[in-house]
């Protein structure tokens, strides 16, 4: 516990004054605006914002008798969410209500202000809380998740409880990071991309976040101190265990070093290198993760509670293909262990047929045995009555003599010569 408090003191800290979360290198825009926007527009969408914006709007659409429940986990200074706001608004729907939680009081009041400005107010809602501890006090038509679940400790809970708080057709809108803890590299795509470091500019070297300059790319774990990246590598396996998707998009992983934060300052997009360089790395990028060699670390996703018509995504980009498990022993324990329950599946399954074969012959026998005692108690019946019937007129024709009889005596009836 003690641990887990200083981590969360360290989260709060950590935020308590970036008023642009959002703020990244120019070099980033080039890429994200050349490689990775053609591919969302094939959805009709342009960025992340946008899957927001449709999804939240088609659940205005859907239900307008009523006020829709929305919420952000871990909205920090509620940036999107005020900009969804202002959009759905726009749009003509008012018929909602958008909650923001999050841990950081200071992040929330500047949110506070921002909606009241944006003139919104009346539409934004704010929780402090721990979202690892959450528990929903409504139901909610949609749950949004923008760069926050790689945050979490507790996603098993997490995700019990969003499950739980959707609206029957609610959906869990999500916008993520889900490579390696810490956001590390793992041993595959380490191996490229230290090919690619060797051909840096010394002073492109120079990690601007760390104060370092590295000779070759040193990981670093972001998760020591805070929560940042903390489960990032079990966010996309929980997420199959417990929702279902409607829409995935997935990309990006060597390339992030080079585009973000702490190396990305100093590509320059007007330079002719720059340009080059961040080029042939996505193209690297592309081909080794369509190879399977290395999986995507960025995630968009729509979920459900229940299975939708269809998946939309970019194949063979499916949720299952994106999977990257931790070593070769838990793929091949995996595998085994599917195996293993399909064989036994198969043998229960065997089973069961035989038990339903000789439960048929049973039943088959039971009706040949059923009908041929119906034809037996048919043939009895038949035979009673008929005794019966010649019974009865052997009654009556002894009752009909003794009667002659009688009269014969006393003198009455018919004299027979």
């Not at 969410?81 to 729907?93: D, H, P, R, V, W």
């Not at 995700?159 to 993520?176: K, Y």
Request: net charge negative.
């Amino acid at each position: 516990q003690e641990k887990y408090d200083a981590r969360v003191l360290a989260e709060i800290d950590t935020f308590r004054d970036q008023k642009d979360v959002h703020d990244l290198p120019e070099i980033f825009h080039y890429w994200s605006n050349s490689k990775i926007r053609p591919k969302l527009e094939a959805f009709g969408l342009s960025c992340s914002r946008d899957m927001f914006q449709r999804y939240l709007w088609r659940q205005c659409e859907r239900e307008t008798s009523r006020t829709l429940r929305f919420v952000s986990i871990g909205a920090g200074n509620c940036d999107l969410e005020i900009t969804l706001a202002q959009l759905l608004k726009s749009a003509g729907c008012t018929n909602f209500v958008l909650d923001c939680l999050d841990l950081n009081e200071t992040m929330l009041e500047r949110g506070r202000l921002a909606a009241r400005e944006a003139g919104v107010e009346a539409q934004i809602g704010f929780q402090q809380g721990d979202f690892n501890r959450w528990e929903p006090a409504h139901e909610y038509d949609a749950v949004l998740a923008s760069q926050s679940l790689h945050h979490v400790v507790n996603l098993e809970g997490l995700f019990r409880q969003v499950r739980a708080s959707l609206a029957p057709q609610g959906q869990f809108i999500v916008s993520d990071m889900i490579g390696r803890n810490g956001h590390q590299r793992w041993p595959e795509a380490m191996e490229i991309l230290q090919e690619f470091w060797k051909e840096l500019p010394e002073s492109y070297r120079y990690n601007r976040m760390l104060r370092r300059h590295e000779e070759s790319y040193m990981d670093w774990d972001c998760s020591k101190q805070g929560f940042e990246g903390i489960r990032a590598q079990d966010v996309l396996p929980l997420l199959l265990s417990n929702f279902r998707f409607e829409f995935f998009f997935a990309y990006g992983n060597l390339i992030d070093p080079f585009v973000d934060r702490a190396f990305g300052h100093h590509f320059d997009p007007s330079r002719a290198w720059d340009r080059d360089f961040i080029d042939r790395v996505h193209q690297r990028d592309e081909e080794a993760m369509l190879a399977g060699i290395i999986k995507p670390v960025h995630m968009e996703a729509v979920l459900r509670k229940d299975p939708p018509e269809a998946l939309h995504c970019q194949q063979p980009f499916t949720p299952a293909f994106c999977m990257r498990y931790p070593d070769s022993s838990i793929v091949a324990q995996a595998l085994e262990n599917q195996v293993e329950q399909l064989v036994q599946e198969k043998a229960n399954l065997e089973r069961a047929n035989a038990e339903l074969a000789r439960a048929r012959a049973e039943l088959e026998l039971n009706l040949s045995t059923v009908q041929h005692e119906k034809a037996v108690l048919a043939h009895d019946k038949a035979v009673i009555e008929q005794r019966a019937a010649t019974l009865a007129l052997q009654v009556r024709m002894a009752s009909e003599s003794r009667w002659l009889k009688v009269g014969h005596r006393i003198g009455v009836g018919p004299r027979f010569q």
